[in-house]
């Protein structure tokens, strides 16, 4: 997964403010499309968050079995721009796409603030966390002291880090920090490049798996409760929301349609995705899509709910670390009205 921090929101808000006003002067000349195909469908555009993989498989499914046509919509999947899926979403570019919690708070506050909300959770809970080659006592927070840490120098990754460390009583100042250039986790641990790396287990673990490889892992979640916060999530334009409530409820009854599937039928589901992406290994999809399967909705009843005091409880801990310019204010950026 590739992070955004602070100094790089920064930039993408004055880069969206320009496109915003491009896109405003399109409406003006009465240049924008109407988003109607010649069958009468609604044309949506979604856009990914990194390369296709079992995080997007509910989209794909809805795509396949037709769901999408159902709701009277035709979507289309885009890859992300280098700044990620949020500069699209904001300019109107692209009407849903995916984001994470964390990478979506610095961007929510200041006179920039990118006009984006939450409105379905992909993964009930964080599966994300550290992992290190097994019997090197990194096996929890502290054992990290003295070994290096593959980072991507993201302040709210940091404090994070230095949090989970503290917490089980270690010393953060003596993790090695080393600037990531991780592009395969089995890899870097294997060739004993790096020590530990923040990974997302339901990928990157299970392919250490299948790899063979013998593996350490904690997760953040179960150091600290307040980090099982959403990530990721489905992200949609508030101007879109705001002039589309109907076809964004449409768009999203069929995704949380898509992703049921993928529950009750993973096999089925990563063959689905498979057959979209025919450069994806097939073994890993699979097994990514039996751990995740467990994890789409977890203990929750309806697929996409977002739990306010989990979400706003995030945020507190980074109102309270100033990781952002300002203070997030309570229940911003997400919202479940759209959900079926």
């Given amino acids: 997964m590739k992070k955004i921090d602070n100094r790089m929101f920064k930039t993408l808000k004055k880069t969206v403010c320009i496109a915003l006003i491009f896109v405003m002067m399109l409406a003006v000349s009465g240049c924008t499309d109407k988003k109607e195909t010649a069958e009468g469908l609604t044309k949506v555009t979604f856009v990914l968050d990194w390369t296709p993989n079992t995080n997007h498989t509910g989209i794909y499914v809805a795509q396949e079995l037709g769901y999408f046509e159902e709701a009277g919509i035709e979507v289309e999947i885009v890859q992300p721009p280098e700044g990620g899926a949020e500069v699209l979403v904001a300019s109107g570019e692209a009407d849903f796409g995916v984001s994470f919690q964390d990478s979506m708070a610095a961007a929510l506050i200041g006179e920039d603030a990118l006009p984006i909300t939450a409105v379905a959770a992909i993964i009930q809970h964080n599966t994300s966390g550290i992992i290190s080659r097994a019997g090197e006592g990194m096996d929890t927070p502290s054992g990290m002291e003295g070994h290096s840490y593959a980072t991507w120098n993201g302040a709210i990754e940091i404090a994070t880090l230095k949090q989970v460390v503290e917490k089980d009583g270690g010393d953060f100042s003596q993790v090695e920090l080393?600037?990531?250039?991780?592009?395969?986790?089995?890899?870097?641990?294997?060739?004993?490049?790096?020590?530990?790396?923040?990974?997302?287990?339901?990928?990157?673990?299970?392919?250490?798996?299948?790899?063979?490889?013998?593996?350490?892992?904690?997760?953040?979640?179960?150091?600290?409760?307040?980090?099982?916060?959403?990530t990721p999530v489905i992200i949609a334009g508030n101007k879109f929301l705001e002039e589309n409530p109907e076809t964004a409820k449409a768009f999203l009854e069929a995704v949380a349609k898509g992703y049921e599937y993928a529950i009750e039928n993973p096999e089925e589901a990563a063959n689905i995705l498979c057959d979209a992406v025919p450069e994806l290994d097939k073994e890993l999809v699979l097994a990514s899509q039996q751990y995740l399967a467990e994890q789409y909705k977890a203990e929750v009843e309806q697929w996409g709910y977002i739990d306010p005091v989990r979400w706003n409880g995030f945020y507190e801990w980074i109102n309270e670390n100033d990781l952002v310019e300002e203070d997030i204010p309570e229940n911003t950026g997400f919202s479940n009205d759209y959900l079926p």
């Fill in 178 to 230: 080393i600037p990531s250039t991780v592009t395969d986790e089995v890899t870097a641990l294997s060739t004993k490049s790096v020590d530990s790396i923040w990974i997302f287990y339901g990928w990157a673990g299970v392919k250490t798996e299948l790899e063979e490889l013998e593996t350490d892992y904690f997760a953040f979640s179960d150091i600290d409760p307040v980090f099982d916060y959403y």
